[in-house]
Each structure stands twice: as C-alpha cells, then as structure tokens.
Antibody, heavy 119, light 107 residues
Framework: QVQLQQSGAELAKPGSSVKISCKASGYTFTSYDISWIKQTTGQGLEYIGYINTGSGGTYYNEKFKGKATLTVDKSSSTAFMQLSSLTPEDTAVYYC????????????WGQGTLVTVSS | DIVLTQSPTTLSVTPGETVSLSCRASHSIGTNLHWYQQKTNESPRLLIKYASQSISGIPSRFSASGSGTDFTLNINNVEFDDVSSYFCQQTQSWPRTFGGGTKLELK
C-alpha cells in the first residue's frame, strides 16, 4: 500500500536550517509529484510547492521562495524539504503529500513533521 | 491568490443530523475544488474530489456539490466518528490554496 513516511520532529534555533524527509513506498516513486504543505493553528493549511520526482523540476509558492528548497533522491524514493533562516513563524507541522501529475489534490499524505523554532 | 472562505468556523450538531458546510471562492474555479477531513493529530484525508466526485472507501453519507464560486459538503446522519475539521482546497490556479476549515463538534 502507498505510504509516505516522514522524519521525526525537529527543534531548531532561530537562524538555523532543518531538512525534513518523506520516504515513499508502495508505488513507482517517479510517477507522482510530491507536494509540501504547512499547517499552523493560526494560518491553517498553506501550500509550499511541489517537486516532479522524475525530472526534479520544482514549483514554489511565492511566499516560500527562499525559505523552502525541495529535492529528491530517486535511489531511495525519498523527497526532502530544507527550511532555511528559521524564525518562530516557521514553527508548524509540515506534510508531504502525493499528487497525480497535473491535478493537485492529494489522496496520500505523510504523517506530518513538527518543526519547532525556539531559542 | 484565490481565497477560499469556509463557513461556519465551528458547527455543533447532534448525532443523526444532516449538515452542510460551505466553501466560497474569491474567483470562479469551475469544479476544481476538493474536500478533506482532518481528525485531531492526524493527517488530512481526501473525501471528495472535483467538487462532487466520490472517493473509494469514503462513507456514502459524505456528498458534495457546487461549481464556480459556491461549494457545499453535506454529511448525512452525522456520526461520532465525524468529529473533525473539514477543509476545502482549490486546484484551479497557482498557488493551490486551502480554506480556513470548519470544525465539526457534537452536542
């Protein structure tokens, strides 16, 4: 069955970076895009962007350009999101989700990774 | 960006009731609107795609309708298991956006 397994919770200091992973299994990794979504209590769900797991091409929501960097390792069927120059406003649960190329809705989600930014 | 406004923010219902949740888009999005259910401390789960298309494995008491700017998610015979937040998402344009959610509570 399709599974997206995300890495564990992160506690990071302001100004630092974190890299979250999303390991896919149960399907052909390069046939589906991986998107990343941020969830906070105050802002709800925000779409960060996606990566074409076959070509490595990316799209970023303008709001997250310079903040998030999306990459993939096809050999391990894993997608990554690096968040840089962290501030307390980056404290959130981050989800990866699998999307059918060209559609944008998500039938499969990772379990979420909590990133806490605090000094 | 397309703004999705969900109402009400919170809905308190009695088991067995039928409820309607609203999602309004700031611009016409055709039927490129999808609904998710999210229980506390869980990931969202896709309920409905393209405004009204059912998803395999989702109970038939969940249905939805709408097009353009006005969309509705209906839950017939609400059950205790339906206590969740419900979100809409548009895929008409970039960036994809989500509504602020409706939290369903039981009386």
């Amino acid at each position: 069955q399709v599974q997206l397994q995300q890495s564990g919770a992160e506690l990071a200091k302001p100004g630092s970076s974190v890299k979250i992973s999303c390991k896919a299994s149960g399907y052909t990794f390069t046939s589906y895009d991986i998107s990343w979504i941020k969830q906070t209590t105050g802002q709800g769900l925000e779409y960060i962007g996606y990566i074409n797991t076959g070509s490595g091409g990316t799209y970023y929501n303008e709001k997250f350009k310079g903040k998030a960097t999306l990459t993939v390792d096809k050999s391990s069927s894993t997608a990554f999101m690096q968040l840089s120059s962290l501030t307390p406003e980056d404290t959130a649960v981050y989800y990866c989700a699998r999307g059918i190329r060209g559609t944008g809705w998500f039938a499969y989600w990772g379990q979420g990774t909590l990133v806490t930014v605090s000094s | 960006d397309i703004v999705l406004t969900q109402s009400p923010t919170t809905l308190s219902v009695t088991p067995g009731e039928t409820v309607s949740l609203s999602c309004r888009a700031s611009h016409s999005i055709g039927t490129n609107l999808h609904w998710y259910q999210q229980k506390t401390n869980e990931s969202p789960r896709l309920l409905i795609k393209y405004a009204s298309q059912s998803i395999s494995g989702i109970p038939s008491r969940f249905s939805a309708s709408g097009s353009g700017t006005d969309f509705t998610l209906n839950i017939n015979n609400v059950e205790f298991d339906d206590v969740s937040s419900y979100f809409c998402q548009q895929t008409q344009s970039w960036p994809r956006t989500f509504g602020g959610g409706t939290k369903l509570e039981l009386k």
